[in-house]
Nanobody, 128 residues
């Protein structure tokens, strides 16, 4: 069955960088919309961070634009998120999500409901 597995989270000082990766098994990602979401606590909603569609067009939340880069490695079925100049408010659990074939609906404001498969999340803590 389809599984998404994130890696790369951790603790970093403000201004530092992290690279997250999400490997997808049992499904090719090359033609699908994919995204990264962040959740600060389990009680809070998922916040969209970035998406990338089949044509590799990327969209970003305003609060990360210019600092984060989403990209996909289709042969490896892996989605990546490079995060630079991290801030304490970037802290949270980051989730990888796999959606429909083609475009990311509603981009750059694609909702969490548009994604069918989710990873377990990887925590990111940015400290001062």
């Amino acid at each position: 069955h389809v599984q998404l597995r994130e890696s790369g989270g951790g603790s970093v000082q403000a201004g530092g960088s992290l690279k997250l990766a999400c490997h997808v098994s049992d499904l090719s990602i090359s033609i699908r919309c994919m995204g990264w979401f962040r959740q600060v606590t389990k009680d809070e909603r998922m916040v969209l961070v970035a998406t990338i569609d089949r044509a590799k067009r990327s969209s970003y939340a305003e609060f990360v634009a210019g600092r984060f880069t989403i990209y996909r490695d289709n042969p490896k079925d892996t989605l990546n998120l490079e995060m630079r100049d991290l801030k304490p408010e970037d802290s949270g659990t980051y989730y990888c999500a796999l959606g429909q074939i083609g475009e990311c609906p509603g981009a750059p404001r694609t909702s969490a409901g548009a994604f069918e498969y989710w990873g377990q999340g990887t925590p990111v803590t940015v400290f001062t």
